[in-house]
C-alpha cells in the first residue's frame, strides 16, 4: 500500500454554509484572518486520527489510534473565512507503531503555497487499561519521487525535533548570557516599567465530562488543544498593543491520555518577545476524579504576532525574565525565533 492510498480530502464549505462559517469566525465582523484556528485544529486532529485509524483497522480491526505530538504547523497567508477550507491528508511515513499524517489546508488548489501545512504523529496502541501497549504496523512502500521525499523529510522532521531539543537545553552562549544580563540589569532601574514574566502567567480549570469522549474513557486531544490555542490567544491579547493572530504551533506534545472526569489545569507563561512576535507556553496538568492521579498530560507551545487593522506587523512590549526557570523559557524561545529568522 502506498501513501497515495491513504488519501482523504475534507471541505469546510464556509462560502455557502453560514450556519458553519458563523461556528468559525472569531468576531462578527468583517476583518481579515476571521477564522477561528482552534476550532480548525480539533477539526485537523481528528482528521488525523481517521486517516491513521483507517490504515491500522486494516491490520487490526480492534486498534485505535492516539496523537503523540503536533510539529510545526505554520500559517503561510490569512484565512479568509468568505471562502471555503480545504484540508488533504494522507501518511507520510510509518515506523514501527507511529506514523506521520502530513496535512495540507488550502483555499485555493492551484495555489504554489498551500494556506498551511501540518504534521501529526499518530501512535497505534490496542487494549485497554493496564493491558494497553503499542501496536507494530506494517509499513508503507513509497514508489513515486514525492512520496519517497515526503517519508525523508518526516525522518528529518524528527532528527531535527531532537536536535532542537538538545540545543535549547545547552548553555547560554557568551552573547546569551550577555542578552540576559542586560535584561536583569534593566529591571533594577529606579524607573523599570517593564513587563515582568513572572507576572505574566494564568491559569484556568475545567472538568472533562462525558461529552468530551473519544475512545472508551478517554476525551479527544483535538477539543484540549483547541481550549489550549483560545486561552493563548487571550492571553496574548493582554499585552499586545493591537490584535495577536496565530502564525506558529511550535510544538504540541501529547503526553498522557485524559479520562472522563478528569480535573485539567491550564497554565499559560508569556515566556518571550521578539520584534512583533509572542511565544507563550502552556502546561496540562490532569487531576483524576478520586485525586489520586495528577500528572503532565500536555505541554503546548504557540507563537503570535501583533497586527494592525491592516495585518501589518506591530511592535509589542519586551518581556523581562527574573528568575533561572524563566530565564530558560526565555532563552529556549530565542533560540526558537533565532533559527526560524536563519531558516527564512
Request: aromatic fraction near 8%; charge should be negative; charged fraction near 35%.
Amino acid at each position: 500500500m502506498r501513501p497515495l492510498d491513504t488519501s482523504i480530502e475534507r471541505t469546510l464549505p464556509f462560502s455557502s454554509d453560514k450556519k458553519l462559517r458563523k461556528k468559525f469566525m472569531i468576531v462578527d465582523k468583517d476583518i481579515p484572518g476571521n477564522i477561528r484556528w482552534g476550532r480548525l485544529l480539533e477539526e485537523l486532529d481528528k482528521l488525523a486520527e481517521d486517516i491513521a485509524l483507517d490504515y491500522v483497522h486494516q491490520f487490526e480491526p480492534e486498534a485505535r489510534v492516539v496523537t503523540a505530538a503536533v510539529d510545526d504547523i505554520a500559517l503561510h497567508v490569512p484565512a479568509d473565512i468568505t471562502k471555503d477550507v480545504y484540508l488533504r491528508a494522507r501518511i507520510n511515513y510509518v515506523g514501527r507503531t507511529s506514523m506521520e499524517v502530513g496535512i495540507r489546508v488550502d483555499q485555493d488548489k492551484k495555489a504554489e503555497h498551500s494556506l498551511a501545512a501540518c504534521y501529526f504523529t499518530m501512535v497505534a496502541r490496542v487494549g485497554e487499561g493496564k493491558k494497553a501497549k503499542s501496536l507494530p504496523i506494517p509499513p508503507l512502500d513509497y514508489e513515486s519521487d514525492l512520496e519517497k521525499e515526503r517519508y525523508e523529510a518526516a525522518i528529518e522532521r524528527r532528527k531535527s525535533y531532537r536536535k532542537q531539543m538538545d540545543a535549547l537545553e545547552e548553555p547560554p552562549s557568551k552573547e546569551e548570557f550577555q542578552h540576559l544580563r542586560e535584561l536583569h540589569q534593566a529591571q533594577e532601574a529606579e524607573d523599570f516599567k517593564g513587563l515582568l514574566a513572572g507576572n505574566l502567567i494564568r491559569s484556568n480549570m475545567e472538568r472533562m465530562y462525558p461529552d468530551h469522549e473519544n475512545v472508551p474513557k478517554k476525551i479527544f486531544g483535538g477539543y484540549v488543544i483547541r481550549r489550549a490555542f483560545e486561552l493563548s490567544l487571550m492571553h496574548a491579547e493582554e499585552i499586545a498593543p493591537h490584535r495577536p493572530v496565530f502564525v506558529r504551533v511550535n510544538r504540541i506534545n501529547f503526553l498522557q491520555p485524559i479520562r472522563i472526569g478528569d480535573k485539567l489545569d491550564f497554565t499559560s507563561r508569556i515566556v518571550y518577545t521578539g520584534d512583533t512576535s509572542i511565544s507563550i507556553e502552556i502546561d496540562i496538568e490532569r487531576t483524576s476524579m478520586d485525586k489520586i492521579t495528577k500528572a503532565l498530560s500536555n505541554t503546548c507551545v504557540f507563537t503570535f504576532v501583533n497586527v494592525d487593522e491592516n495585518m501589518e506587523p506591530q511592535p509589542v512590549p519586551k518581556v523581562y525574565p527574573t528568575t533561572y526557570a524563566e530565564d530558560e523559557r526565555y532563552l529556549k524561545a530565542h533560540r526558537r525565533r533565532k533559527e526560524h529568522l536563519d531558516t527564512i
